[in-house]
């Protein structure tokens, strides 16, 4: 079956500039976590939704980051105001459940200019 | 707060070796360990899930222990093929719903 997908693939932006990253999770998984990935380092959790609500966003780094997932499918991680460190990948992963095994997706590269 | 690391960052080996890669983490109250694999540009390959209430999980050449009253985790990889060079990585559940926190990764190579 089809596994996490997350579009765009790559983005570039500029400074102060609004993206959007989006992920579509596995069907059925109630379960969806974002991570942040910078270059050698492993991934930072960001924030964990348990259908379409966010029971964990304590790893958002700032006000400037927002994710929504209202049908408790799809996500969308919203970046406002982009800073050249938010430059990263940003990664989607979901589970059956919130005890089960985590499927990451391909992940977004995101630069900022 | 729950903290990862990896020993070693990198490891170069022949192929045909065994091998083992070291993870530890500094809270022992942990929901389940995770290993991953991540391909260069790729995303994340799940090999191995322990549970806390388990030892070890064995994926073909691949097995994983866990002691969480030590903070020790360890994979060992029977036979190394030059298919198996990338970056693994251990990631330590905090919390019921497998919030995972990550180790920098070991970057492995093996040459024919």
């Known amino acids: 079956g089809a596994g996490v997908s997350q579009t765009p693939s790559n983005k570039v932006t500029e400074k102060g500039k609004y993206v959007e990253l989006r992920c579509d999770p596995i069907s059925g998984h109630t379960a969806l976590y974002w991570y942040r990935q910078s270059l050698g380092q492993g991934p930072e959790f960001l924030i964990y939704f348990q259908g379409t609500g966010a029971a964990d966003d304590s790893g958002l780094p700032n006000d400037r980051f927002f994710a929504v997932r209202p049908e408790g499918s799809v996500s969308t991680l919203k970046i406002q105001r982009t800073e050249r460190g938010d430059s990263a990948v940003y990664l989607c992963?979901?589970?059956?459940?919130?005890?089960?095994?985590?499927?990451f997706g391909p992940g977004t590269r995101l630069l900022v200019l | 707060k729950q903290e990862v690391t990896q020993i070693p960052a990198a490891l170069s080996v022949p192929e045909g070796e065994n091998l083992v890669l070291n993870c530890s983490f500094t809270?022992?109250?942990?929901?389940?360990l995770q290993w991953f694999r991540q391909d260069p540009g790729k995303g994340l390959t799940s090999l191995l899930l322990i549970q806390s209430s388990q030892r070890e999980q064995t994926s073909g050449r691949l097995n994983a222990s866990l002691d969480k009253s030590s903070g020790r985790s360890t994979l060992y990889i029977a036979a190394s093929q030059p298919g198996d060079s990338a970056t693994y990585l251990c990631?330590?559940?905090?919390?019921?719903?497998?919030?995972?926190?990550f180790g920098a990764g070991t970057r492995l190579a093996v040459h024919p």
């Open positions: 990631a330590a559940s905090s919390g019921g719903y497998n919030k995972l926190i």
């Open positions: 809270d022992s109250a942990i929901y389940n």
């Open positions: 992963a979901s589970s059956l459940s919130a005890s089960e095994t985590q499927y």
